[in-house]
């Protein structure tokens, strides 16, 4: 993943910072734009892995903090939902005039009531995403209904929310009433993903129900069951950012993948907070390789061995039913299960000791059709003689150099 440090200026003049990501080694098809939730900020963990699944995905994603949040200047307290979405407004002319025009909007809780206000303004918006939002932004008061008298008589007050301390303004909820959620909806004419969980406590899923009403069709809800609002749970972070580009794939111009840019077949990217979690674009192909959590991964792909067995494997059938449809054999299937390890070298000459080890692959293979016993004995001596069998024991020279 190319990830970029961005910064760019709101209707206040107040510089607003955030983290552009690219997909790897291609230029975006599409441009996101990602509105986090109420005093969250673009690096809460769930912001981050969604635009991990749009990015793997051929996006490129733009989150942001709002003003007042964050890394951006401003001060929250003087901050309300329309200066949201005026926010994201700016964003998306900063990427169209750096970058290309955001065609996906995607908001989160009441970034999702941001990110409808903001595509009934952006022509070049072609689709619209909401997690857990509300069906209308004034919803936010029942997070501070036990502050609200105390606002209203005395113009402001200092409110917990999530373990943190902000000062919420009289401003700040008569914005919040002034903004109505179903006329905008009911005129967006735009497709729109609602994406929401029967489970969530903070904004309950009737407020899915009512956005769901409003929109017009083409309109789609997915269930999110069993995750919580803030989208804790990896699993489900990840699996938002790959229905979601999934999704909107049907209503975006998505061209054809593109060949890599360099001369080479693959290229693998890893950013430095990712663990192991990492992109790889194998030519026109996106895929994701990690460690098994009991090494310190998450589990969200193959290890790096695991990808080298599977190429043995494919390797393998492809070449056993080219073989067998070259000879006319009635090979129905073919089936080839191999595993990686090290073993103790009992007869390598070559060994440094007698207790050394090499890497060794176990494959073992499945035929399924009407062969006689020479045809199988056959095809398990031209197994032996698939491309990446013959690479893994010959003696490969790796050259490695550094890229400017």
Avoid at 42 to 68: E, P, Q
Avoid at 291 to 314: C, I, K, Q, R, T
């Amino acid at each position: 993943m190319n990830l970029k440090k961005v910064s760019f200026s709101n209707k206040e003049g107040q510089t607003l910072n955030g983290r552009l990501e690219l997909p790897v080694d291609q230029h975006p098809h599409n441009m996101v734009l990602f509105a986090h939730c109420f005093t969250c900020t673009k690096n809460l963990s769930a912001v981050k892995n969604i635009s991990k699944g749009l990015t793997s995905n051929g996006f490129g994603v733009l989150r942001f903090d709002f003003a007042g949040l964050g890394e951006s200047e401003g001060d929250f307290a003087e901050t309300n939902f329309s200066g949201n979405v005026e926010d994201l407004i700016a964003a998306a002319e900063f990427l169209e005039k750096e970058y290309q025009a955001p065609s996906l909007l995607i908001g989160h809780s009441l970034g999702g009531a941001a990110v409808i206000y903001a595509a009934a303004k952006l022509q070049a918006v072609r689709a619209v995403a909401t997690v857990g939002a509300p069906s209308d932004p004034s919803h936010l008061k029942h997070l501070l209904k036990s502050s609200i008298e105390e606002i209203r008589s005395y113009g402001k007050a200092v409110v917990n929310i999530s373990g943190r301390d902000f000062t919420i303004k009289k401003q700040f909820l008569d914005d919040l009433e002034k903004n109505s959620l179903s006329d905008v909806l009911e005129t967006l004419n735009k497709p729109v993903l609602i994406m929401h969980s029967p489970q969530d406590t903070i904004v309950g899923i009737k407020n899915a129900e009512k956005l769901y009403h409003y929109a017009h069709h083409p309109k789609s809800f997915i269930s999110l069951d069993g995750a919580d609002h803030l989208l804790s749970n990896k699993a489900d972070s990840l699996y938002v950012g790959k229905t979601i580009a999934s999704w909107a794939e049907r209503y975006l111009a998505v061209p054809d993948p593109a060949d890599l840019k360099t001369s080479h077949q693959v290229v693998a990217s890893l950013d430095n907070d990712d663990g192991f979690s990492t992109q790889i674009k194998a030519g026109k192909h996106n895929l994701v390789a990690d460690e098994p959590e009991d090494f310190g991964g998450n589990d969200f792909g193959p290890s790096p061995y695991e990808l080298v067995s599977a190429g043995l494997s494919a390797c393998t059938v492809m070449t056993l039913q080219m073989y067998a449809k070259r000879k006319k054999w009635d090979l129905q299937n073919v089936k080839v299960h191999t595993s990686y390890g090290k073993v103790h070298a009992e007869d390598c000459a070559a060994c440094e000791s007698k207790n050394a080890k090499i890497d060794t692959f176990e494959r073992q293979i499945s035929l399924t059709g009407s062969l006689e016993a020479d045809q199988k004995k056959r095809l398990l001596e031209i197994a032996d003689k698939c491309p990446v069998h013959r690479t893994l024991e010959s003696n490969s020279h790796i050259k490695t150099v550094l890229l400017k």
